[in-house]
């Protein structure tokens, strides 16, 4: 059960008598990388001032000024904006697919760990409980730890351009972040109800339908909406590789210098993003 | 338990919002052409095989081994650096992004503010959480085209990027924060007669503070892999690597860049991790 409530706070205070070298040592290697990447990434403020640095925001600016709202355009990009839409919708609802199986074989207290196990044999435990467990976090690792740009292009090169490749790339990127938090939702429920339901005899899966969904689910539902926000940034920004949606416009705008055009494209952005996070964030306040 | 009236309308509104997101899946499905049974028909899955055995095995020569390890440690940097500056502008936005500073709230209380003083202060709060809102909602990527527009390619303008997108972020979470103290130390303290500032020195930021360092350092996982991917518009780091191992059909060397990003990622999420655990 339970670690003894008194051992908690021991981990974080070291005895007295050995002091920390933890502050002196983080501030000396905080200070040694922050002057290492300051030259690495040749930070030099005085570029803003160098050539004709403001005098391309100047042209940025004016060329921005006024945005282009004529209805030619508007009706153009109207599909691109709901194309984007619907990447992070269809996205997201892979990601689900892909996170929930993944998810539950990387719950330790699902596999190998637990109440649930008490009468497995060791062996048993390792081989049914343990491999399955280590496998399925490998994977998610892999699938969120590569960005979802780098996902699309290499979807982009398998199933071509178009929305489909962005789908797939959020759904495969997001999938490994859903799964991760999925696990980590499941192994922090209340185990009180699981030993409940256990020492009544219910079977294991009586167990996790009846003692560990019910808890799990509004969390699980709150951070599916909350990956659903942040799809719909992604997928604007997944166009930039060929992924279709509102990116690939603005990228076309940026590259041709039709700046008036790129700001409606921003504008838009900014009231899609904004109707997804007040549509989720009503949801998520019935919710909680 | 029984189950209550009060809970029946919530469960209609269920009913509505689960036909709601089945309706936008239905909409969406057919939007963007997804085709999975072509995916994993016969067929794709032969192409998805030839595309993989290409990728393999990862060109480990010398020259591309520097070139990854160089092009990490530039990513590396540009998301240090591009957080910190995020973390620099952030600081002063949220206080003007947070409503029980300027105006409301406890600090307020006894002491009003003059009419006049109190419409430029709520006018001052809606200015500082419009500039956030624009700093957050032009994706990074536009940022890096605007930056790479004024100072030229290279790390630099990723840098900026990932300041001022990261800056709008942060503004935006700390400010939040900030409004949400527990309002009790900032009464004993307003009790002893503390000033405005020393009650936000002693009573509001010492609450505050480990959650700043906890956005920040999630913003830094969020920044490594955003560091990555603006190289593809000329900010330097593994994604103009990337781009150019994409470009000219070289898989194998992709596949070395691929394994460099998801080891400084790992690396990065390890470290905040522990940093987490040991500051917060």
Redesign the interface.
């Known amino acids: 059960m339970a670690r003894i409530p008194s051992a908690a706070p021991a981990d974080r205070f070291p005895a007295s008598g050995r002091r920390s070298r933890?502050p002196y040592l983080?501030t000396a290697v905080f200070a040694a990388?922050?002057l290492?990447?300051?030259?690495?990434?040749?930070?030099?403020p005085r570029?803003?001032f160098e050539g004709d640095?403001l005098a391309?925001?100047a042209r940025?600016v004016r060329g921005a000024l006024p945005p282009e709202l004529s209805r030619e355009f508007l009706g153009l990009m109207l599909r691109p904006a709901?194309?984007t839409?619907?990447?992070s919708?269809?996205g997201t609802?892979i990601a689900v697919l892909l996170g929930i199986p993944l998810g539950l074989l990387a719950t330790s207290s699902l596999m190998w760990r637990g109440v649930l196990h008490e009468r497995w044999s060791r062996a048993g435990r390792f081989l049914l409980g343990f491999v399955p467990y280590a496998l399925a976090r490998a994977v998610l690792?892999?699938f969120r730890?590569?960005?979802e740009?780098?996902w699309a292009?290499?979807f982009v090169?398998?199933?071509g351009l178009?929305?489909?490749p962005?789908?797939?790339a959020i759904g495969v990127a997001y999938g490994g972040m859903l799964g991760k938090v999925y696990s980590e939702i499941l192994e922090n429920v209340n185990p009180r109800p699981l030993e409940t339901l256990h020492a009544a005899g219910a079977s294991r899966l009586g167990v996790v339908l009846y003692g560990l969904v019910p808890q799990a689910l509004p969390t699980v539902v709150a951070y599916t909406l909350y990956r659903w926000e942040c799809a719909i940034?992604a997928s604007?920004?997944l166009g930039?590789?060929g992924a279709?949606g509102l990116?690939q416009q603005?990228?076309l705008s940026?590259r041709m210098f039709q700046f008036n055009e790129?700001l409606t494209l921003?504008a838009v952005?900014?009231v899609l993003?904004a109707a997804v996070d007040f549509a989720s964030a009503r949801?998520r306040a019935?919710l909680a | 338990m029984a189950r209550l009236p009060t809970a029946r309308p919530?469960r209609a509104?269920a009913l509505w919002?689960g036909a709601g997101f089945a309706a936008?899946?239905l909409?969406?499905?057919r939007?963007?052409?997804?085709?999975l049974a072509g995916?994993f028909g016969p067929e794709?899955l032969r192409?998805?095989a030839i595309?993989v055995g290409k990728l393999f095995p990862p060109d480990l020569s010398a020259a591309t081994l520097r070139a990854a390890g160089a092009g990490a440690?530039?990513t590396?940097?540009?998301s240090?650096?591009g957080s910190?500056l995020a973390v620099a502008i952030a600081l002063p936005m949220s206080l003007l992004a947070t409503r029980t500073l300027l105006y409301r709230g406890i600090l307020f209380e006894g002491r009003p503010l003059a009419p006049a003083a109190k419409t430029l202060r709520v006018g001052l709060y809606a200015c500082g959480k419009a500039l956030l809102?624009v700093l957050r909602?032009?994706?990074?990527?536009?940022w890096a085209?605007?930056f790479v527009?004024?100072?030229?390619l290279?790390?630099?303008p990723?840098?900026l990027a990932l300041g001022v997108h990261t800056g709008g972020v942060l503004g935006k979470l700390f400010g939040e924060v900030l409004e949400d103290v527990d309002p009790a130390p900032l009464e004993a303290l307003q009790a002893t007669g503390a000033s405005r500032f020393r009650i936000l020195l002693y009573g509001v930021l010492p609450q505050a503070l480990p959650q700043f360092v906890s956005y920040a350092l999630y913003r830094w996982e969020v920044n490594i892999?955003?560091a990555?991917?603006l190289g593809?518009?000329g900010a330097?780091g593994l994604g103009q690597r990337?781009y150019v191992a994409?470009s000219l059909f070289h898989e194998q060397e992709l596949m070395t860049l691929?394994l460099a990003?998801?080891a400084i990622?790992?690396l990065v999420?390890a470290l905040s991790a522990y940093?987490r655990s040991?500051l917060v």
């Open positions: 933890f983080f990388s922050v290492y990447s300051l030259r690495a990434a040749q930070v030099d570029r803003f640095a391309n925001v940025f709901l194309e839409v619907q990447i919708v269809m609802a690792s892999v730890s590569i960005p740009y780098v292009f290499m090169r398998a199933v178009g929305p489909f962005g789908v797939l940034r604007a920004i930039f590789v279709g990116g603005i990228e940026m790129v921003l952005l900014f993003v949801i019935r | 919530s509104w919002v936008l899946l909409w969406s499905w939007g963007t052409g997804v085709d995916l794709g192409q998805i595309y440690a530039e590396f940097a540009i240090l650096i910190l809102n909602t032009i994706p990074e990527i536009v085209l605007i527009f004024m100072v030229g290279g790390p630099f990723g840098v892999r955003a990555a991917m593809f518009v330097g990337i994409i691929i990003i998801y990622v790992t999420d940093l040991r």
